[in-house]
């Protein structure tokens, strides 16, 4: 009887449908992130067409980046002539001679001679970043191209980076040519301000300042966690003070951010610079945002995080385990090193996993304390003294920022971004699987044993 | 084998090295006690020293301005007097005897005010035509006595000899002719003003009266910031400010003294950060937040409530994006999914939890918004359309035959409810396309231009929809564990009695959470307001004071992330953002703390009813 009850009541199928939804947006996310982020580097067809507009007659050879549909009312907006829905293409024309070239939008309507040749090719050159050649001749130190707009152009072989005719490939030469793509992709570093090229000084920016605030908060936080459960007496102000600690991983990260700026770069980073580096003042070494200061706000950062986590993993051991210890004539110290710290390690681990989780995907605080849209060097060196502290760093959250938003060429930079994410994304899950795995071999473990 | 031949004195070997082990057992204990301790507390008062540094910074905002003693001067200090206004021919104004003349920047407008406070404004270039306006400085009955430009000559101060003080604005009218208005009046002085001074580069002014006072005003701030005796020879004389504002200086026959005075940042206090303010050159009393300007002569306007309000209208939206969809879908994972999808559904909401706000904001900002623009009627389709789906489906599926009907609880409902949903919404997005076709002339958002109601490409909306889905694991999570946590006892003792399951969330399940769900909508919340990346990506930044839908807003945080770099150390700016800071520090931390302690209360609660 309770059943058919149950599913007349609107707000049962309402919570039910919101369910859906929630997992209908998850599916979109993922499939959004997937499709974008994927697909950046998968060779296109090159086309080849002929516009006719206004007077203007043109050769267009290039890659269709995205189709849209313009409605009356925007055409109208735009001051053009308004009769009928129509259709534009975007087309990646690559660098012309003419000065014509790059991204542009072309009305459906206008286009004629509409063919994919086998023998258009995509050139990529050092200098001038990516050509769409007619023809191809090979000449004694490179190849003559033919351009869309007309112009003959020589290229020299040794600045040459990629020679493509994209339309005779063949499916798998196209996949050995995409994981090409990535692989670059991901180990080289950026060219035409971070709208072409790799995202290496990215990744490792990304990578060192997590690691380096691992080291930091690790002991920090592990160790508050430790006095805070053990050491302590549970006092009305002990209490209280692990409600703020708590607390703290709530307040907003670009609050951390200021306090970064204020306190670590102008007054550690100026008292630095006073007492070590006086010979170079007023020229800021520390005294600026860099590395260390971006690694110590990350600390600063995730300390409440690792703290919970320690506290948590201590929690759950069984006082029996203590009062044995102690039962055999074991110090405190004793106890703690031999006893509980071993079974509370993958509880701390975790701990520490998820804040650097947390920490890699942070961007807000650190546009104070160090990290730019484009560092010229790497923070590490094969010489003394290796790590460089003090330098400025890229990281993937900041570059999402600024290349999706803040850069020159949009259409250029949109779908790197993707990628960007893609990375960024793929690598706050794996961290965040292997804290999953972590804690499940962790509870088998524990169940085994009680 | 030497143990066997002398056991004696390997015994008492033994013996000591026992002790020496159990004297290096307790130093190490106490070691150890002693690291754990000092490391422990230290973090713990470091990070806890965050709030008190963060105040530091803020503090010298509202230090109250202090003066030093007057000092005699032995060597006289050269002053810088303004240079003297040629009168035009003075007999196109027969009638009028000047005795301040007053030019504005652009040389091309004088002012003349005459011993009782008759002015007269005159165009330099057209002064045949005599005064533009005519008006009085005074009421006529008493005399003025001073008359100033403050910092950047947009705005003139007068005192009288009945010791008030007014402000007045040089400002074009509709028909761009400039004019003299009153501003406001400072509050009275006792006795006749005798001379102001300007400061150089901001818009504060000394005042001495004939009563031996001394006052310190700023514009913005009808009350004085400091007043006192002078202690200086009566005899009359000149105040004047020294470049930085630091030292003022009163020269008269007999000699100068000069003050020392620490006032850094008169134009922050309490009234100019959360109250209508009047800047100079504006129509009327407003709040703004408007900061960094190039020239020293243009005021800073540092008003927080523009900023506030814009992380209160994008939380607002957030939280109702979100709340609804976490407490629902909440009670639909823990009340009726079987177990092993419950946990799945669970963690795969909480996984949304993980994507870095930046990625949400970067596909707010690129993807969304253009889609949104596009689809916006959509989107009021796919809401019209939901409650008939609900209504629909509650009304179709007890009709249904009942092998059907099996179908529920295994996890074929969701599947079912997904592709629905997917169907409607694909049917909403025709509708819309259609709708605004016919209807709106292609374009929705251009007819809403039309209307009079402001679109803007990155709004409000998009921030609601973008960080409500941002918070809503947070909420869902908080939800979930409550629910999860109320004793089985409760639900099984109601469902014995004959109670629906429906009747269970009603009067024992929903009651007994509302505490939760308090907790957790303060979490949202704090979430929300400290949320940065998205609101910096996917809204325009203009700091405005509204609740329109569909226009932008510049957050508290955004402020922060935006301006920060720039502010130079030190300055009012760099410190205001600093308050930004503690602003966004003590919000969260309480309504974290509060949210906590629900909680706590409420698993307390939870143990006692499970006995």
Partial sequence: MTKPRLHTNAWFWLSALTSALILLLVLLLSWLMLQRGLGLFWPQDLVQFRYQQAGENRLIAGEVISRQQVSVAQLAAAGLDASAPAERILVRQGYLPSGQGGYRWFWQAQISEWQQPPQLTLVREQQLGDLYALQLAATADGYQLLLADGHQLNVAANQLLLLLPTNQLSWPAKLKLYLKQWWQFLSTEPREANSAGGILPAIVGTVLSVLLMALLVAPIGIMAGIYLHEYARDSRLVRLVRLSVHNLAGVPSVVFGVFGLGFFVYVLGGSIDKLFYAGQLPQPTFGSPGLLWVSLTLALLTLPVVIVATEEGLSRIPQSLRLGGYALGATKAEVLYKLILPQARPAMLTGLILAVSRAAGEVAPLIFVGVVKYAPVLPVSASWPYLHLEQQIMTLGFQIYDVGLQSSNADAAEPRVFAIALVLLLLIGALNLLAMRLRRHYRQLQQRSS | ?611
């Avoid at chain 2, 000591?16 to 422990?40: E, H, P, V």
């Avoid at chain 2, 003294?257 to 309490?270: F, K, T």
Wanted: with cysteine; aromatic share 10%; hydrophobic share 50%.
């Fill in chain 2, 1 to 611: 084998m030497t143990r066997q031949n002398s056991p004696i004195p390997a015994q008492d070997n033994r013996l000591t090295t026992n002790k020496q082990r159990a004297s290096r057992r307790r130093w190490l204990d106490r070691l150890w006690y002693l690291l754990i301790t000092s490391a422990g507390s230290s973090v713990i008062v470091a990070l806890l020293a965050i709030f008190f540094y963060l105040g530091s910074e803020v503090l010298p905002l509202f230090k109250p301005v202090s003066i030093s003693t007057p000092q005699a001067l032995a060597e006289p200090l050269p002053v810088a007097t303004t240079p003297r206004v040629v009168l035009p021919d003075h007999a196109l104004l027969p009638e009028f005897e000047p005795v301040f003349v007053l030019s504005e920047p652009q040389q091309r407008y004088l002012l003349l005010a005459a011993r009782h406070g008759e002015a007269c404004l005159l165009d330099r270039t057209r002064a045949e035509q005599g005064c533009l306006q005519r008006l009085s400085l005074t009421d006529r009955t008493v005399d003025l006595t001073a008359l100033v430009w403050l910092a950047g000559q947009r705005s003139l101060i007068s005192g009288d000899s009945s010791g008030q003080l007014k402000q007045w604005f040089l400002l074009p009218d509709q028909q761009g002719q400039l004019r003299l208005s009153w501003v406001k009046p400072f509050s009275r002085r006792a006795a006749a003003i005798q001379t102001i001074a300007a400061e150089q580069g901001r818009s504060g002014f000394a005042v001495l009266d004939s009563a031996g006072n001394l006052s310190l005003f700023y514009a913005n701030l009808t009350k004085p910031l400091w007043q006192g005796p002078a202690a200086v020879d009566t005899q009359p004389g000149e105040l004047h400010f020294l470049p930085g504002n630091q030292r003022l200086l009163f020269s008269n026959a007999s000699g100068q003294q000069q003050w020392l005075i620490d006032n850094r940042h008169p134009e922050i206090s309490w009234r100019t950060l959360w109250q209508q303010v009047w800047y100079e050159g504006w129509q009327q009393p407003e709040y703004v937040w408007q900061t960094g300007s190039a020239s020293a002569a243009v005021q800073g306007k540092y008003s927080l409530v523009p900023l506030t309000l814009g992380t209160l209208k994008a939380a607002f939206y957030a939280m109702l994006v979100a709340v609804p969809l976490a407490v629902l879908a909440a009670l639909y994972t823990c009340c009726f999914l079987p177990e092993p999808l419950r946990s799945r559904l669970s963690q795969l909401i909480e996984l949304l939890a993980l994507f870095p706000t930046v990625i949400i904001g970067f596909l707010a900002a690129i993807w969304l918004a253009p889609a949104l623009e596009q689809h916006l009627l959509a989107l009021l389709c796919f809401f019209g359309l939901l409650p008939l789906l609900v209504f629909g489906l509650s009304w179709l599926w007890p009709r249904l035959p009942l092998s059907l009907q099996k179908l529920p609880g295994s996890g074929w409902e969701l599947l079912l409810l997904l592709a629905l949903l997917a169907a409607v919404g694909l049917l909403a997005l025709y509708l819309g396309h259609t709708l605004q076709l016919s209807l709106f002339d292609g374009s929705f958002r251009f007819w809403l231009n039309s209307q009079g109601i402001d679109y803007q490409q990155r709004n409000a909306l998009l921030v609601g929809l973008a960080m409500g889905l941002a918070v809503m694991p947070l909420v869902y999570s908080v939800c979930f564990d409550v629910m999860s946590q109320i004793p089985r006892s409760l639900t099984l003792g109601a469902s014995a009695l004959g109670a629906t399951p429906w009747q269970i969330i009603q009067r024992v399940i929903l009651p007994l959470s509302v505490p939760g769900i308090l907790a957790a909508v303060m979490l949202g919340l704090s979430r929300a307001i400290g949320e940065t990346m998205i609101i910096l990506m996917a809204t325009g930044n203009t700091p405005i004071t509204n609740f329109n839908l569909f226009e932008g807003l510049r957050s508290l945080t955004a402020a922060l992330t935006i301006e920060l770099p720039e502010a130079a150390v030190d300055s009012s700016h760099y410190r205001v953002l600093f308050l930004v800071a503690i602003l966004l520090f003590v919000f969260t931390f309480t309504a974290n703390t509060l949210a906590d302690l629900l909680r706590q209360r409420l698993r307390r609660n939870f143990q006692r009813l499970d006995g």
